[in-house]
């Protein structure tokens, strides 16, 4: 352990692919995240879409996960899951969350924090009648975040489910939707030489986005 420990703290790695200067920088951050975006899928990088969602749970425990971008506007950036899952329960006791996508590739990251709320029943409908028939079972079976007792528990639950419901009868789940985080801050980091990165906030305030280079 105290070797690759040591191997760690010599790892190095220089950022000189881009700049971010104020010029460059739509006004509504919103905007600003999807031409990054954009330019991340126009680089075919893999799992564009992919966050990490920060929660902080009744006993002040924060935790995170990676969960996958599936609709975004000025509105708020929404995810789906199972609304008993830990996320879920973190997320009914403090609203206040953060999201986090990198972009190794470009040496980019953006940050976002705000308050979530769930999507309205008609739009997590809409969204799981667009899953494939296998992903709408692994919704039904997974009791997420639960204690499993082996795989096989899981897999017999599978095996019931589509004995019972076709890829014409299957419908949502009621402990199953999507939550979206309509943002209160912004942050979008460029890499560069030396540590000496580019960092820019936008705050809202008072309906409007302020904009400020941070130090790196």
Not at 193 to 199: E, F, I, K, N, V
């Amino acid at each position: 352990m105290e070797e690759l420990s040591a191997h760690i703290r010599l790892l190095r790695e220089d950022f000189s692919h881009g700049k971010l200067d104020e010029r460059d920088l739509l006004p509504d951050p919103h905007q600003q995240f999807e031409k990054w975006l954009a330019q991340a899928v126009e680089a075919q990088l893999s799992e564009v879409q992919a966050m990490n969602l920060a929660t902080i749970s009744e006993t002040g425990q924060p935790t995170s996960r990676i969960v996958y971008l599936r609709e975004f506007n000025a509105s708020g950036f929404c995810f789906y899951t199972n609304y008993q899952s830990d996320k879920a329960a973190d997320i009914a006791f403090n609203p206040r969350v953060a999201l986090n996508f990198f972009w190794k590739e470009l040496e980019r990251q953006v940050r976002i924090e705000g308050l979530v709320e769930k999507v309205s029943e008609a739009q997590s409908i809409a969204y799981f009648n667009g899953r494939p028939y296998d992903s709408k079972i692994g919704a039904w079976a997974s009791a997420q975040s639960s204690v499993l007792t082996n795989r096989k528990e899981l897999e017999d639950k599978i095996v019931e489910l589509k004995n019972s419901m076709s890829p014409e009868t299957i419908v949502k789940p009621d402990f199953w939707g999507g939550y979206c985080v309509k943002a209160t801050r912004f942050e979008f980091w460029q890499g560069r030489h030396s540590r000496l990165h580019d960092r820019f906030a936008y705050t809202l305030e008072n309906n409007s986005w302020n904009i400020n280079r941070l130090s790196p």
